[in-house]
């Protein structure tokens, strides 16, 4: 199977964690375009969605799916979203697409954090994947120095202006063996927005796509 053909399986798998008549939480990025055409073939029977991103917007509209705002809604049963790298605490990387403020923000709301991934994503330290933090474009440089203080090689992301008018800096060369401590200290920074880890509030179910179907890990 392709990866394309595993991110397609567990996006459609994702469709036994949503209950008919609410309002679904939708991330962003391949995996989760997936899910979208997913939702596409149940959307009489749900009430809509919250979007993390313009292109997941674009995308569930696209389908005639109504697109609630946020602050329209109370709480959410489940999120569904992709990821960059799970581990095997459930806590993520998000951010590889750019859209880890709105997602981590949705993520929030919602009672349940559905991760759908292929087996690729899934590793047992987070770092490899270089850690996207959304930086406010004037703290650039400032959060950069920071950031090697704390053993990063921050590069910024060009040509990439967030949903939300920001900037990315990619983090490498990080084996990120305590999550929730740099989660917590990256985003203390000044000028930083959101850091792409998902750790102090991370998967409650991942859905992994493998050769051999997709297999359900419950925290
Ligand atoms: O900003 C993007 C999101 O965090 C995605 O969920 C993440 O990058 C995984 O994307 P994909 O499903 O395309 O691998």
Known sequence: MTQDELKKAVGWAALDYVTPGTIVGVGTGSTAAHFIDAL????????????SSEASTAKLKGLGIHVFNLNEV???????DGADEINGQMQMIKGGGAALTREKIVAAVAERFIC????????????????????????????ARELVKLGGLPEYRQDVVTDNGNIILDVYNLKIVDPIALEVAINALPGVVTVGLFAA???????????????????
């Open 201 to 219: 509030r991370g998967a409650d179910v991942a859905l992994i796509g493998t050769a051999n179907g997709v297999k359900t890990i419950t925290k």
């Open 40 to 51: 596409g073939s149940i959307k009489h029977q749900i009430e809509g969605a919250v979007s």
């Open 74 to 80: 109370d709480s959410l049963a489940v999120y569904v």
């Open 116 to 143: 759908i991934a292929d087996a690729t994503k899934q590793v047992d330290v987070l770092g490899k994947f270089p850690l996207p933090v959304e930086v406010i474009p004037m703290a650039r440089s400032y959060v």
